[in-house]
């Protein structure tokens, strides 16, 4: 498991949420500090056990808070454990919409998790059916918002994470970069640079496709 994948996690939904750590009460603090320190130790060991004890203190953080950092992090901890039967029972009871600001998003929650099991198992077609599923799902709000995201897009990341739309603009490239072969996502990265947006906002996108996707990682 890559570290940055859960760096980016965590920023990804400080950001999104708009909250910070230093505004929880102690307690919470502390079950973050020590859940994190665990998934870091699975990084250096490999040790699944250690994940056990992640998802054991992320889950006393979501019954003290209701910071959703903690169910994000749940979410990864359940994806690399592979358990995506449990990460759909627990998307199932959240709130819906989970996110507000993306009415969509609990059911792309639900097609991430189908297709990450069905890639763990082999099955390709039906990977590929879901992801075509999600991209579909997401499209009608990605074109309504497009002349946003060429204005919004030529600036830096600390200009682009200020509105929240960054969210479906990254999470729509991201999909698109697993269905689409390289040299056809190569040329929509092309017609970005063409329009004038920014080379860390086409940097970004890079990095968020070399993730595995069998880590949930927000999107």
């Given at each position: 498991?890559?570290l940055?994948?859960?760096?980016?996690?965590?920023?990804?939904?400080?950001?999104?949420?708009?909250?910070?750590?230093?505004?929880?009460?102690?307690?919470?603090?502390?079950?973050?500090?020590?859940?994190?320190?665990?998934?870091?130790?699975?990084?250096?060991?490999?040790?699944s056990?250690?994940?056990?004890?992640?998802?054991?203190?992320?889950?006393?953080?979501?019954?003290?808070?209701?910071?959703?950092?903690?169910?994000?992090?749940?979410?990864?901890?359940?994806?690399?454990?592979?358990?995506?039967?449990?990460g759909?029972?627990?998307?199932?009871?959240?709130?819906?919409?989970?996110?507000?600001?993306?009415?969509?998003?609990?059911?792309?929650?639900?097609?991430?998790?189908?297709?990450?099991?069905?890639?763990?198992?082999?099955?390709?077609?039906?990977?590929?059916?879901?992801?075509?599923?999600?991209?579909?799902?997401?499209?009608?709000?990605?074109?309504?918002?497009?002349?946003?995201?060429?204005?919004?897009?030529?600036n830096?990341?600390?200009?682009?994470?200020?509105?929240?739309?960054?969210?479906?603009?990254?999470?729509?490239?991201?999909?698109?970069?697993?269905?689409?072969?390289?040299?056809?996502f190569?040329h929509?990265?092309?017609?970005?640079?063409?329009?004038?947006?920014?080379?860390?906002?086409?940097?970004?996108?890079?990095?968020?496709?070399?993730?595995?996707?069998?880590?949930?990682n927000?999107?």
């Amino acid at each position: 498991m890559k570290l940055k994948s859960i760096i980016l996690l965590i920023i990804l939904i400080s950001i999104s949420v708009g909250v910070s750590f230093s505004q929880k009460d102690s307690t919470s603090q502390n079950f973050s500090l020590i859940s994190s320190n665990f998934l870091d130790e699975y990084q250096l060991f490999g040790d699944s056990t250690l994940l056990d004890s992640a998802l054991f203190y992320t889950e006393l953080g979501i019954v003290t808070t209701t910071n959703m950092n903690f169910i994000g992090r749940k979410l990864l901890i359940l994806s690399l454990k592979h358990d995506y039967d449990g990460g759909l029972d627990y998307i199932k009871t959240l709130n819906n919409p989970f996110s507000p600001s993306f009415p969509y998003y609990n059911d792309i929650l639900v097609k991430r998790f189908q297709a990450m099991k069905y890639l763990y198992l082999g099955d390709s077609i039906m990977y590929y059916e879901v992801l075509n599923s999600i991209i579909s799902e997401i499209k009608p709000y990605f074109i309504e918002k497009q002349e946003l995201f060429d204005s919004l897009c030529k600036n830096d990341l600390n200009i682009i994470f200020k509105n929240e739309q960054y969210f479906l603009f990254f999470e729509y490239y991201y999909y698109q970069s697993l269905i689409l072969d390289h040299d056809t996502f190569s040329h929509e990265l092309l017609i970005m640079q063409n329009k004038g947006y920014s080379s860390e906002c086409i940097d970004f996108i890079k990095l968020n496709c070399e993730d595995n996707f069998l880590e949930y990682n927000l999107f």
